[in-house]
């Protein structure tokens, strides 16, 4: 759903860039209380697992293609904050290095594809796990369906703002009607992707989902007919290190990237396909870096199609990790400057 130049008007788009900058802002405060030494270390890799992801793209129906939006998976693993700030991340490296979404579009596809679906998917997700049974199963469950509706949302989004700032004159209903309709079967396969990869974590690591905390009710014991908490029980030794689960997806997201994306389905993605099938893409313009090393995914130079893609993965994972990773290293150096600056009182 990566919206290029010329799909919406200039003024909106940069209207766009001001709620997304003011979404930024909000999120660089509530990502200080949610960077604390379980999440600081993930959330550089959550970004550059979900870059490697967006390159394998699945057939979702006849001629059309879709892959992983993140804001659904990045909210669960590392908060919602962080999650919006992790979905920027991606799309920053994704539109300079790669040519993918266009420049002056950025503001829209952080407000579509960061925001719209962090915000419902996290609200759908707390209120499910609040009513389900307690347990790791209902995290899993809970991230399913919070992913699920958060593709189409996002598609309903992208459509009300193309109705206040489209270039090209389409009828509304039609827009919608293509754009939820194939986001939905997309959402499926979000969905999919989120539940697998938020219940490998859980079963490792469940501290490190910032999403299942909290979750595990005290064990009750009946006592003379009455429901009394039970001692806690020692301690459980979690399963892996958070050393090991980050070196795993790193791993993981460099195989995807370099090895399977080769594989990934050369159709056109949902956004693409209404926008060729309805005529929204006349007036789309030239991507500024289109004559960037690494535009559409492949290494300028490298013949071999496999080699050239895969590099350009690797590269793109790469660059994702470090960018993420020292932003949100400086975000929690700010959080614990904070925490440890001594107040007006101590003064």
Request: aromatic content about 6%.
């Amino acid at each position: 759903m990566h919206v290029p130049d010329g799909f919406i008007n200039a003024p909106v788009s940069a209207a766009a860039g001001v709620v997304a900058v003011g979404a930024l802002a909000v999120s660089l405060r509530g990502a200080r209380r949610e960077l604390d030494e379980r999440a600081a270390p993930l959330a550089g890799l959550v970004a550059a697992f979900i870059f490697a992801v967006q390159m394998l793209n699945f057939p979702v129906a006849a001629g059309t293609s879709g892959h992983l939006l993140g804001g659904a998976l990045a909210a669960i693993l590392v908060g919602p904050y962080t999650g919006v700030l992790c979905i920027a991340v991606v799309l920053l490296m994704q539109g300079i290095l790669f040519a993918d979404g266009g420049l002056t579009a950025l503001g829209v596809n952080i407000t579509v594809m960061g925001v719209v679906t962090v915000v419902v998917a996290y609200a759908l997700f707390r209120g499910l796990v609040l009513v389900l049974p307690r347990t790791r199963r209902s995290v899993t469950v809970a991230s399913f369906v919070a992913a699920l509706v958060s593709v189409p949302a996002a598609a309903a989004a992208f459509t009300l703002v193309y109705a206040v700032g489209g270039t090209t004159d389409v009828p509304l209903g039609k827009v919608l009607t293509a754009m939820v309709g194939v986001h939905t079967l997309i959402g499926i396969g979000e969905a999919a992707i989120t539940m697998l990869t938020v219940g490998a974590v859980v079963a490792v690591r469940p501290d490190l989902v910032y999403g299942a905390r909290g979750l595990s009710a005290p064990l009750k014991l009946r006592v003379n007919g009455e429901l009394v908490d039970a001692a806690p029980a020692a301690e459980v030794t979690p399963a892996g290190s958070p050393k090991k689960v980050w070196i795993g997806g790193v791993v993981a997201a460099l195989v995807l990237a370099g090895f399977v994306s080769f594989y990934a389905s050369a159709s056109p993605d949902g956004l693409e396909k209404v926008a060729a099938d309805k005529g929204i893409d006349k007036n789309v313009e030239e991507h500024a870096a289109a004559d960037s090393p690494l535009a559409d995914y492949g290494v300028k130079g490298v013949e071999t199609a496999r080699l050239s893609g895969g590099l350009a993965g690797v590269i793109g994972v790469g660059a994702t990790l470090a960018v993420g990773t020292g932003a949100f290293w400086v975000i929690r150096r700010r959080r614990a400057a904070s925490a440890t600056a001594p107040t007006a009182a101590q003064v």
